[in-house]
């Protein structure tokens, strides 16, 4: 195997023979006789020469931590392997020192050791590399950028399927918001300071999120312009940068890991029962000015349950959903690799259900679950003393399955159907239901058939590189090339079914009306997205340091080609580059730059240019003589960066006029029918990028024997050439103004960052803390001349909510007659109020005004760990404060769905005259064109702070897993979401506007390492 690998004939094998050599090249099937040779050749040639691996604990390896002998005095450094050799005898006390601070001692006991450090500490995280564009690497000492990352140990810690869920809480200037809990849909927004930043996976920008969590490496966001500098068009909102693992030259070290978890809803709306659904909607109807529907006598009916098929009080969410799902994953990976092949494989598979009851007696499923099959290969190859390779592998299966009705559809009907509609079974056995509600909610969930979505993709990353030391030493040039291919595919069985009205006569005789029929199942399947990828990259770099000077540069040009469906491709081209030089590693300069554009431009689809340069200046203060009688302060660097980021937002080539097929215009003698043309949206042809000027400053640091790590940062992002539509547009046209590079926004914020970590002998200890503080203004939106100042939104935060000023209930009789009322509406006692503004008499759109917090936007997250004698424990808390949200959903109103729908607990605290100080207005059917009018009353704070992860683990002691042939076993349970502290208590503030609940969990997990 081996000698066919160095011969270049073997790219004529057939595919399937070439990607089994591929994964089988991985293999340590040399490496097991070259370790034994190494072992037995040490060992005689000099007995007490030692072997140190040296690795944080998310198992990769570090460089440059050094080793000293108590007793020898002797010094020794890791490589970049991770390894450094040693003369030492058993029983010596070596010592393990990190940019000067001792972190351990260890004992050598044996010809090897290894030593875990932790990434917590402020000296081991200045040390990693930081994971930058395009596959490469940064020290942080020597760069001006600025970034922050997370990595495998803290990332396997919450139980989900995408990768973003992992983030939360984590990362100063981040925000995520999980908005559902649907298996495989984890529906979850993540952004950067404000933005939506690019997602680049070993590299290549892709938008993939669901992520084996074992294979990734890290996760790095990079922040400011000349960071993101050299993705051109694509650098406006930052980079989210996924490094999945890889090998090294090591034993095979495989892991296994299996984990179970329970799932429950978090604050799902809860439904009044049938009682006093029906007592608050007689009531409704008398506010309305109607007469009541409810007798006394069905009132009683209702509250004793004694005829619950005439009058039935089903508790739907009980009925059709369980009170919790599970979740089920299974991990395995394997790394190692020689001087000559170096790999990483994992497989994933994850099992996952949702809360959809089902019928035993179907032979098909209808519940919503989600599974996944996740394969991942990384080989890296040497292939000889300057050129090496690399073939990196993903396969990936997701397959959905969902009841025929859909879970959107069936939770939609639980929160807009009383509980009083009708029973779940008719005495004969068949479907209630009735004229209004003719879609029994169980008869959805496991009576309509089934659903299923089938996802493939498949990504093939290549890259050969070879050092140019004969023409310069330290210089390098890399190719890259790479494939992606996607597909969904829906498969669709349901049907339909018919539900019945049974009717008594005044004699006894029971008759069932029937509404719908009981189809034959239906099956068709169609495409639901396809597209594919391909990715090219040529690069050259340099990467030297000659006395005081170090230089590292790296010059690139790359094309990424796509192809979604039937659309034609979207292609970016062009150069990118960056250049960074230092003084005794004490003064830096970084420069950086990205020349690119895409082909959707006009004339023709041709390819639009734009340039985008960035600089950066840094101070490593605490190398200067000054500070070094400074004891306390271990490291300090002050840095800065101002560049020009763009985004390329061109649309489907929107400076095409376009002209469409429409409806058929009835005209002439004979009337007949003719068909139309539309004019669409009006053409832009002066399109172009989207553009920002970015500052950026910082000052990061290290305190007291490097336990106490710091970063704090100030920044300022102006936006300009915004695509937006035009503020002083009008209908008079007709049509549909274009997007415009108009808009200016500014951002503005502070980002801070601590990091502490001691190791005393009680135990090591850890935590956390950081935030976000940003604040954000309209500068231009070509807004229209307004009457009044409280009408701009010029000025204002970017997405400031504006709304109406509530100022509470109408109280007397003298209210109603005396106030600004809403045009066209009569208010009534139990109504809400509005402030009139302008002091017109009138309630309008001149009465609208900013509401909500106007103070900066905060975000922010802390852990805390703590570990001892094979006892880990850890807790991650986040949250937001100065944020809004609107509470006038569906599941917060009564009686909507046309005034047929369900009415909630918090509506039980109506306005009467009785409880005039309630917490809801006087109670109404369907629609309300006062009350339910955007409004401080309904601008609800989106404050929140959440328990977000608990975890504790042991690990078993190494001597015991010895006698039991494994390297460790680490047995673990965790918690996400665990508790939740908001002003609401009837809405999650997140979750508060999907119909599916987002989930806490109960996880609990085994690791086995072999």
Not at 90 to 103: A, E, N, Q, S
Not at 491 to 505: D, G
Not at 686 to 694: A, D, Q, V
């Amino acid at each position: 195997m081996i000698k066919l690998l160095r011969k270049p004939q073997f790219l004529r094998f057939p595919p399937s023979s070439f990607w089994l050599m591929v994964l089988l090249s991985g293999y340590p099937l040399s490496h097991t006789t070259q370790a034994q040779n190494t072992t037995e050749n040490t060992q005689t040639s000099n007995a007490t020469l030692r072997t140190i691996l040296v690795t944080d604990d998310n198992d990769e390896v570090l460089e440059n931590v050094n080793l000293k002998n108590s007793r020898t005095g002797m010094f020794a450094t890791t490589s970049s392997n991770g390894i450094a050799t040693i003369d030492a005898q058993i029983g010596d006390k070596i010592g393990i020192y990190c940019v000067g601070t001792f972190l351990k001692e260890i004992s050598i006991k044996d010809i090897s050791e290894r030593v875990v450090l932790s990434s917590q500490n402020p000296a081991v995280a200045r040390i990693k590399p930081i994971r930058g564009l395009f596959n490469q690497s940064l020290q942080s000492e020597i760069t001006a950028g600025s970034s922050q990352a997370i990595y495998n140990k803290d990332i396997q810690k919450m139980p989900a399927t995408s990768i973003l869920n992992t983030l939360v809480g984590r990362l100063a200037g981040t925000s995520t918001f999980q908005f559902s809990g649907q298996p495989g849909s984890d529906g979850i927004s993540f952004g950067l300071r404000g933005q939506g930043p690019l997602v680049i996976i070993d590299g290549i920008p892709r938008q993939l999120t669901i992520f084996d969590l074992e294979e990734i490496e890290s996760i790095t966001v990079h922040k400011d312009a000349l960071s993101n500098a050299m993705l051109g068009v694509r650098s406006n909102g930052g980079a989210l940068v996924i490094n999945t693992r890889k090998g090294s030259a090591s034993n095979a070290k495989m892991s296994f890991t299996a984990q179970t978890a329970i799932q429950q809803p978090l604050k799902f709306p809860k439904g009044l029962d049938a009682y006093n659904y029906a007592k608050l909607y007689n009531e409704a109807r008398v506010n309305d000015g109607l007469t009541p529907v409810y007798s006394d006598a069905a009132l009683q009916a209702y509250a004793t349950n004694s005829d619950p098929y005439n009058y039935p009080n089903v508790n739907w969410r009980d009925a059709t959903l369980e009170p919790s799902s599970r979740m089920d994953r299974y991990t395995f990976s394997a790394t190692g690799g020689n001087n000559f092949s170096k790999y990483f494989i994992s497989f994933d598979h994850i099992n996952q259900t949702g809360l959809l009851k089902k019928n035993t007696t179907t032979p098909y499923n209808t519940n919503n679950n989600f599974k996944s099959y996740t394969i991942r290969s990384n080989v890296d190859l040497q292939l000889n003393s300057k050129l090496s390779g690399g073939i990196y592998l993903l396969g990936r299966i997701l397959n959905g399955n969902d009841a025929g009705a859909g879970t959107s559809n069936i939770l939609n009907s639980i929160l807009n159907t009383p509980n009083n509609a009708y029973p779940v079974y008719n005495p004969n056995g068949s479907y209630g239901g009735n004229q209004q509600f003719q879609n029994n909610i169980l008869a959805q969930t496991i009576g309509s058939g089934y659903q299923q979505n089938f996802k493939r993709d498949m990504l093939a990353d290549f890259y050969l590189k070879r050092t140019l030391d004969e023409i310069a030493s330290g210089m390098w040039i890399k190719a890259v090339g790479s494939y992606y291919a996607t597909l969904s595919e829906n498969v669709v069985r349901n049907k339909t079914f018919a539900v019945f009205q049974r009717n008594v006569s005044a004699t006894g005789q029971e008759t069932y009306q029937q509404f719908g029929v009981n189809g034959d199942q239906s099956n068709y399947n169609y495409m639901d997205y396809q597209g594919r990828s391909d990715y090219l990259e040529l690069s050259l770099g340099y990467d030297k340091t000659r006395g005081n000077h170090g230089v590292n540069a790296v010059l690139l040009a790359n094309r990424q080609n796509s192809v979604s469906g039937s659309d034609l491709p979207y292609t970016i081209t062009g150069l990118a580059g960056r250049m960074g030089y230092n003084y005794k590693q004490k003064y830096i300069l970084d420069l950086a730059f990205g020349l690119n554009g895409s082909n959707r431009y006009p004339t023709g689809g041709t390819t639009k240019y734009g340039f985008f340069p960035a600089v950066g200046l840094a101070w490593n203060i605490s190398k200067e003589d000054f500070l070094q009688s400074q004891a306390w302060i271990s490291y300090l660097k002050l840095y800065a960066s101002y560049g020009k980021n763009g985004n390329d937002n061109p649309g489907y080539f929107s400076y095409i006029q376009r002209y469409f097929d429409n409806t058929g215009a009835v005209f002439g003698t004979g009337a007949g029918g003719n068909t139309g043309v539309t004019e669409e949206p009006l053409a832009n042809p002066n399109i172009t990028f989207e553009k920002s000027n970015k500052l950026n400053i910082g000052l990061t640091g290290a305190l007291f024997d490097n336990s106490l790590g710091f970063t704090v940062e100030y920044y300022n992002m102006q936006y300009y050439d915004l695509l937006i539509q035009r503020g002083r547009n009008t209908s008079i046209l007709g049509n549909i103004y274009p997007n415009e590079n108009i808009g200016k926004n500014q951002y503005t914020g502070i980002d801070l960052q601590l990091n502490w970590q001691k190791s005393t002998s009680i135990g090591d200890f850890y935590a956390t803390a950081n935030a976000g503080f940003q604040n954000s203004k309209v500068i231009y939106i070509d807004e229209v001349t307004q009457p009044y100042s409280w009408l701009y939104r010029t000025g204002q935060r970017v997405g400031q909510l504006f709304g109406y000023i509530s100022e509470g209930f109408y109280q007397t009789t003298a209210e109603l007659q005396s106030r600004a009322t809403t045009v066209g509406y009569q208010p009534q006692l139990g109504d809400l109020k509005y402030k009139d503004l302008n002091n017109d008499g009138v309630i309008n759109q001149l009465d609208v005004a900013p509401i909500g917090p106007q103070s900066p936007y905060i975000t922010f997250g802390s852990t805390l760990g703590y570990s001892r004698k094979g006892f880990d424990f850890s807790v991650l808390v986040q949250g937001v404060a100065n944020r809004v949200i609107v509470a006038n959903a569906n599941s917060m109103l009564a009686f909507q769905n046309g005034g047929f729908g369900q009415a909630f607990e918090q509506h039980l605290d109506r306005w009467t005259p009785t409880n005039p100080n309630a917490s809801y207005p006087r109670l109404w059917l369907g629609t309300n064109t006062n009350n339910q009018l955007v409004s401080t009353f309904w601008a609800r704070s989106g404050d929140y702070v959440r328990l977000k992860n608990i975890e504790l683990g042991y690990t078993l002691p190494s001597k015991l897993c010895k006698n039991i042939k494994v390297q460790g076993i680490r047995v673990f349970a965790n918690a996400t979401n665990l508790v939740t502290f908001n002003a609401d208590k009837y809405l999650d503030p997140e979750g508060f506007s999907s119909n599916y609940p987002i989930q806490r969990v109960f996880n609990f997990g085994v690791n086995l390492k072999l």
